[in-house]
Nanobody, 123 residues
Framework: QVQLVESGGGLVQAGGSLRLSCAASGRTFSSYAMGWFRQAPGKEREFVAAISWSGGTAYYADSVKGRFTISRDNAKNTVYLQMNSLKPEDTAVYYC????????????????WGQGTQVTVSS
């Protein structure tokens, strides 16, 4: 069982930056691939980024590639999402997720989810 708690969301102007954190409980965090997803009002949840258990491989949605960076610190049981050059269309609730297998872009393949953190980008 893994419990995930996101933090770091907030209100930022377009062009600004935020860093989201996702703290995981449990002593086996390093064996989980982690993902970030987001859901805007009236839209389906979409993939943002994912990272392998070792941190050696990362995947990004085309819409955030070059602007967002996913990373992890297994000693701190935490995964991060650095978001730069934010746009109004990045506004959404951001969720982190975990799965005890290879990283993937598909939300249905993740077993554990956090409660989400709101990111609002004003124009």
């Amino acid at each position: 069982q893994v419990q995930l708690v996101e933090s770091g969301g907030g209100l930022v102007q377009a062009g600004g930056s935020l860093r989201l954190s996702c703290a995981a409980s449990g002593r086996t965090f390093s064996s989980y691939a982690m993902g970030w997803f987001r859901q805007a009002p009236g839209k389906e949840r979409e993939f943002v980024a994912a990272i392998s258990w070792s941190g050696g491989t990362a995947y990004y949605a085309d819409s955030v590639k070059g602007r967002f960076t996913i990373s992890r610190d297994n000693a701190k049981n935490t995964v991060y999402l650095q978001m730069n050059s934010l746009k109004p269309e990045d506004t959404a609730v951001y969720y982190c997720a975990a799965r005890k297998a290879i990283a993937t872009r598909h939300s249905y393949e993740y077993d554990y989810w956090g409660q989400g953190t709101q990111v609002t980008v004003s124009s």
